[in-house]
T-cell receptor, first 113, second 114 residues
Framework: DAKTTQPTSMDCAEGRAANLPCNHSTISGNEYVYWYRQIHSQGPQYIIHGLKNNETNEMASLIITEDRKSSTLILPHATLRDTAVYYCIVRVSYGGATNKLIFGTGTLLAVQP | ETGVTQTPRHLVMGMTNKKSLKCEQHLGHNAMYWYKQSAKKPLELMFVYNFKEQTENNSVPSRFSPECPNSSHLFLHLHTLQPEDSALYLC?????????????FGPGTRLTVL
């Protein structure tokens, strides 16, 4: 699975958009980009995933560059409850029941009041 | 109960004790996972079970013994642990029908080995 690079930490003002970048320059054509987050001392929570096209759900938007070498997770209106470590993961999805996820160190997003 | 539950939430044990961690998922999923998260380190995948069969063991020491009696329950039996095994142990599950990397995690068991 391709390796990802994320900033160690970021700050964001409450109510503003949080844009979290991820570099995955060695991504293969069949590898998806997934985002999870982990609020302190809790289990990780799935946010969103994508292959080529931009994706949006009730939690966030995922923007993937045309060459797929980087992506950005956007939280449109960050709240204090969005303070967490955000993980960007790339892997092949075989469509089966098991999906091996390799977590890196992620980005600690601190939303400031 | 909904989602993935783990018990106990906190556990303190001595190096000579034997204890078990329990995970239960109420999502109808087919696969279950154990992860370990030590302080200041990324999550490490330990074991993967698919339809009760172990499909992955990430070179985990034998003092950790998993058991998956059915697709809804997963145990991690612990014996003669070391202080460096103190960590947050997380259970997760996923489904063949939603097999795109969407794993659902439990809240974890915070383990302290004295």
């Amino acid at each position: 699975d391709a390796k990802t690079t994320q900033p160690t930490s970021m700050d964001c003002a409450e109510g503003r958009a949080a844009n979290l970048p991820c570099n995955h320059s060695t991504i293969s054509g069949n590898e998806y980009v997934y985002w999870y987050r982990q609020i302190h001392s809790q289990g990780p929570q799935y946010i969103i995933h994508g292959l080529k096209n931009n994706e949006t759900n009730e939690m966030a938007s995922l923007i993937i560059t045309e060459d797929r070498k980087s992506s950005t997770l956007i939280l449109p209106h960050a709240t204090l409850r969005d303070t967490a470590v955000y993980y960007c993961i790339v892997r092949v999805s075989y469509g089966g029941a098991t999906n091996k996820l390799i977590f890196g160190t992620g980005t600690l997003l601190a939303v400031q009041p | 109960e909904t989602g993935v539950t783990q018990t106990p939430r906190h556990l303190v044990m001595g190096m000579t004790n034997k204890k078990s961690l329990k995970c239960e998922q109420h999502l109808g999923h087919n696969a279950m996972y154990w992860y370990k998260q030590s302080a200041k380190k990324p999550l490490e995948l330990m074991f993967v079970y698919n339809f009760k069969e172990q499909t992955e063991n990430n070179s985990v020491p034998s003092r950790f013994s998993p058991e998956c009696p059915n697709s809804s329950h997963l145990f991690l039996h612990l014996h003669t642990l070391q202080p460096e095994d103190s960590a947050l142990y997380l259970c997760a599950s996923s489904s063949r029908d939603r097999g795109m990397g969407e794993q659902f995690f439990g809240p974890g068991t915070r383990l302290t080995v004295l």
